[in-house]
């Protein structure tokens, strides 16, 4: 799967530009504050639906402007496809080969993208919950099943807390088990989806790990063990957990079982990775489990997805740069970085300067 061509209009500080993409390495270089991650963030969003940096899509739209514009023509193995999104101030339209998106989950599984920035290693050095998000949107890009349950189960998640508040403690007890029927059963869904990808995950970060040290560190990811079985069996397991807790989640006032509490174990000879890891540990450890994630998509949907590199060289030794540079060989790179290295990317390829939120030629 490859991205021809970005089409951005008012987002962010581009006012009206297009970009031309090769099928392998693509540079996107300049200095800083000139629009490379803005490129990137576009790209990703048409991905995903989601940027990963703003909270809010008004957020995207060039200062003083009604709305932003993004569209992409894209080629896999079904042939082309055209892909666009208009922001306003009140919400969004998106479109696929001219045709509207109703729901979120019709968004994903057009176009995959994996995303890798300095602020993703906080998958590594902050809390479960970015562990968790990790999951969730790269799960999400190919299984619209995961992304269904996992949203309805936070729906009934919200309800169950909410219900835990309640003053009348015999409707709360009454209801408990309604609800905890209905949450176990996406519940289990979404916990036998996360380990599935984390048992496929494990072994490739592992080997990506090896390389990017030359064999110098071992990592190593792993579930909760809580988790781990059918899902009958983690359906039964959970409701007999929640079951045997009211009295504590209604003390607390919230659920405080189930998978949106659960985590991932990273490793690095043997020690925790977020208590013990070095900056370089971290971020060739995120690196890796990026890579890792890359053919992860090629072996699931059958194509590589478009990989998306914001600004990942500047904290790497030269050896380190080559190497990344080679493990990406197999998918479309987009890649942003403030100087163009011949010694580092070679002459195929495609090198792009962006200044002031142009393209320069």
């Not at 088990?177 to 289990?188: G, R």
């Not at 998918?331 to 320069?360: D, F, M, N, P, W």
């Amino acid at each position: 799967m490859r991205i021809k061509n970005l089409n951005l209009k008012n987002f962010r500080n581009y006012v009206d530009e297009r970009i031309e993409f090769g099928a392998g390495l693509n540079v996107l270089y300049g200095k800083n504050a000139q629009g490379k991650t803005n490129c990137a963030e576009a790209v990703y969003y048409l991905c995903t639906g989601t940027s990963p940096r703003a909270k809010r899509d008004k957020q995207l739209i060039r200062h003083g402007e009604d709305c932003a514009e993004i569209s992409a023509v894209a080629e896999g193995r079904y042939g082309e496809l055209e892909i666009s999104a208009k922001i306003t101030e009140n919400g969004r339209e998106i479109r696929v080969n001219g045709n509207k998106i109703v729901r979120n989950a019709d968004i994903l599984g057009n176009l995959f993208a994996v995303f890798f920035s300095p602020q993703e290693l906080r998958l590594i050095q902050d809390g479960p919950d970015e562990r968790r998000r990790f999951l969730n949107v790269s799960i999400s890009q190919l299984s619209r099943s995961y992304y269904i349950a996992l949203v309805r189960y936070n729906r009934i998640l919200e309800q169950r807390n909410n219900l835990l508040k309640e003053k009348d403690l015999g409707t709360v007890y009454g209801t408990l088990p309604v609800w905890d029927e209905q949450l176990c059963k996406y519940a289990a869904t979404v916990a036998r989806s996360r380990a599935d990808f984390i048992s496929r995950l494990a072994p490739i970060a592992a080997d990506f790990h090896q390389k990017l040290t030359d064999g110098a560190e071992h990592l190593k990811i792993s579930p909760e063990k809580k988790y781990v079985g059918s899902e009958e069996e983690l359906r039964n397991r959970l409701y007999g957990e929640l079951s045997n807790n009211y009295d504590r989640d209604i003390r607390l006032g919230y659920t405080a079982s189930g998978p949106h509490r659960d985590d991932i174990n990273i490793e690095i000879d043997g020690a925790d990775a977020k208590s013990f890891a070095s900056q370089g540990q971290t971020r060739t450890a995120a690196l890796s489990i990026k890579l890792a994630e890359v053919e992860i998509f090629k072996e699931l949907s059958g194509e590589y997805p478009v990989l998306v590199l914001d600004d990942v060289m500047s904290e790497l030794d030269l050896p380190r740069r080559k190497k990344l540079v080679g493990l990406t060989e197999n998918s479309q790179t987009i890649l942003t970085c403030t100087h163009a290295e011949r010694v580092l990317y070679g002459l195929k390829t495609v090198k792009i300067k962006i200044e002031g939120g142009t393209v320069k030629k």
